[in-house]
């Protein structure tokens, strides 16, 4: 048993709405991705950092560290690496752009010489444009 229901007219007629519902759908689950993935993307190398009180300074897009734990064991990013190799690890990381600011967050139990060292490794190296990474202090402390 069917039914035809006659609206008088057998030619379909062309919609000239875009669904948007799919659009919004794949928005939302990149949206949901990135909100997942941006806290990932943070160094996670823990190191006690000193306090400074200079103005801060802007943080490039993606920054290249290098740390200098209180164990005086070498990181570039989140992977350590050995004095020795600093200059072709960093080489790797900036695919041989000199001009590549690097900024170098040593603890603050760190010994003066040893920050000093490391420095001097990446002056060596070619790198000259090192920046010194300190927490935020606030003024009256």
């Known amino acids: 048993m069917s039914v035809r229901l006659d609206h008088g007219e057998d030619a379909l007629t062309e ?5 948007v519902t799919p ?5 939302l689950v990149l949206l949901i991705i990135f909100m997942v993935a941006a806290p990932l ?9 000193p306090a400074a009180t200079a103005e801060p300074q802007p943080r490039p897009d993606k920054p290249l ?5 209180s164990d005086l064991s070498v990181s ?15 080489e790797a990381e900036t695919k041989g752009d000199k001009d ?3 900024f170098l967050r040593a603890d603050k139990g760190v010994p ?14 070619g790198f000259l444009k090192v920046a010194l990474v ?3 202090k606030v003024s009256g402390q």
């Not at 659009?23 to 928005?27: A, S, T, W, Y």
């Not at 993307?41 to 950092?49: E, P, S």
């Open 23 to 27: 659009f919004i759908d794949v928005m």
């Open 112 to 125: 003066y010489g040893e920050v000093i060292e490391i420095m001097n490794l990446l002056r060596g190296s």
């Open 100 to 102: 590549t600011r690097i």
């Open 15 to 19: 919609v000239h709405e875009i669904n």
């Open 41 to 49: 993307a943070t160094v996670d190398i823990q190191v006690n950092l």
């Open 76 to 90: 570039v990013g989140n992977e350590p690496i050995l004095r020795d190799q600093l200059g072709a690890a960093l």
């Open 134 to 136: 300190g927490l935020e």
């Open 65 to 69: 560290y290098i740390t200098l734990r």
